[in-house]
């Protein structure tokens, strides 16, 4: 079984830098775990202290039901993909995969049986002669990846793989991975800042920050109900609009009143904002939820909002609207057909159903 547990995980680097802060994370046999989250974060140092090369300054993390604080990296049963690939410069692909089980003196049959598996999986037998230098981005990605899967670890561990490749080779690896985890049935756990790589890959996602887990869960779930204004806005391309405003009542109903538009909340939020009326708080709500008035046949009039189309950028299926309230700017997401006029007044429909609201002093959602 492959488990990863780590138990209030910290690390402190030299100068009282609080790196990893408490981390708690249980990681299921066979899971495919992502660690997402901006530079600094912590995820890559979360991960170097899984993999054994760098050493935790407090708490427990066990590799099945072992305690593996002072075990050697070459001990722990993991194998490491790094983002730049560490490949030998002087050794043809054959032998870069080779390389680690030679050190270890298996058996010559073994080793080439395990290699060629490898390369059969990732298509790279045609590779086994080229030295690194004489491959592509996408190449190289592949040979560190079968470099990793010839040691058959319990373990995957990979940081931040893709980042050095363009972005066509990105959605092509990005699926290869994927392919992978489910051919293997192995425990992964992989780190990247691309939320789009979190949200397509993983069965559950940690979205970092500060060093601390901000959010766990399935990918989906964490989408559609961010704990806080951080996920929100990290999770999700575009992010997520936010706007600033106050909760107001009029004849019964409840209203987010901007300054400059008001939009009527949906019943089903009434008793949980009943709380806010009269004050501040901050509304977020994804682009994709806000149309075009003209497409829409029976908007309701309270949701429907005055705006100025600033920007118009089309890429193909759809079209990025940045708009403009006079008090806020925020991103619509609309279908390829809408050709609205730049500096022109329009009018859009927020999908309140859709909407979010966070405290503005703790930034958690209002649940």
Do not use: W
Request: aromatic share 8%; with cysteine.
């Amino acid at each position: 079984m492959a488990q990863v547990s780590l138990d209030n995980v910290c690390k402190v680097f030299k100068g009282d830098i609080l790196a990893v802060n408490k981390i708690n994370l249980g990681i299921e046999n066979k899971e495919f775990m992502v660690l997402v989250g901006p530079s600094g974060c912590g995820k890559s140092t979360t991960l170097r202290m899984i993999a054994g090369l760098e050493d935790i300054s407090s708490g427990s993390i066990y590799i099945g039901n072992k305690l593996v604080n002072e075990v050697p990296a070459k001990d722990r049963d993991i194998a490491m993909v790094f983002q730049n690939y560490a490949l030998y410069p002087h050794m043809s692909v054959e032998e870069n995969m080779s390389f680690g089980l030679r050190l270890r003196r298996m058996p010559k049959q073994e080793i080439a049986q395990r290699v060629n598996e490898a390369a059969e999986i990732l298509g790279i037998k045609r590779l086994f002669k080229r030295k690194p230098r004489e491959l592509s981005g996408g190449e190289r990605q592949r040979v560190a990846v079968g470099r990793a899967i010839v040691r058959k670890p319990t373990v995957f561990l990979f940081d931040e793989p893709l980042s050095n490749l363009d972005a066509k080779m990105r959605v092509q690896m990005r699926t290869e991975i994927h392919k992978l985890h489910i051919r293997l049935q192995t425990t992964i756990i992989y780190v990247t800042h691309d939320q789009v790589e979190a949200m397509t890959m993983g069965d559950r996602i940690a979205v970092m920050k500060d060093g601390a887990i901000s959010q766990l869960g399935d990918p989906i779930d964490v989408y559609d109900h961010p704990r806080n204004k951080f996920v929100a806005g990290f999770i999700g391309s575009p992010p997520m609009n936010f706007m600033q405003g106050q909760i107001i009542k009029k004849e019964g109903k409840l209203y987010f009143d901007e300054g400059k538009i008001r939009v009527k909340l949906v019943e089903d939020m009434y008793k949980k904002m009943a709380n806010y009326v009269g004050l501040e708080v901050i509304f977020g709500i994804r682009s994709e939820n806000i149309y075009d008035r003209l497409f829409i046949s029976q908007a309701p009039p309270e949701n429907i909002v005055k705006v100025n189309c600033e920007v118009f950028e089309p890429i193909g299926s759809e079209v990025y609207l940045y708009l403009n309230t006079g008090r806020h700017t925020f991103i619509a997401r609309v279908d390829a057909h809408n050709r609205p006029r730049i500096n022109q007044e329009m009018d859009v429909v927020f999908d309140m159903s859709k909407g979010h609201f966070f405290d503005k002093s703790t930034e958690e959602a209002i649940r």
